[in-house]
């Protein structure tokens, strides 16, 4: 299993709709994520920049490309 982190960048206009949406993870991403074998994801938001720190183990790093492909994700 690989570790995988990434950095991501948020506009002030985004931050309480982030904080929204990521309070409850809707059911449909986290069966999305375990499908692809995501395990033990954390997202962390820096108040003070709007930068998202994102940590994640997965056993084929290459699945991560085609997420964002996803209705669930787009969502």
């Known amino acids: 299993m690989e570790k995988v982190a990434f950095k991501m ?3 002030q206009e985004q931050v309480q709709e982030y904080q929204r ?6 059911p449909e991403l986290v069966a999305l994520l375990k499908n692809i074998g995501v395990a033990d994801y954390s997202i962390f938001l820096d108040p003070s920049t709007n930068a998202l720190f994102a940590v994640l183990k997965i056993e084929t ?5 085609e997420l964002s492909k996803h209705p669930a994700i787009q969502k």
Not at 21 to 26: A, G, K, L, Y
Not at 61 to 65: E, N, Q, S, T, V
């Open 9 to 11: 960048q948020l506009h």
């Open 21 to 26: 949406q990521h309070d409850e993870i809707r």
């Open 61 to 65: 790093p290459a699945l991560l490309d």
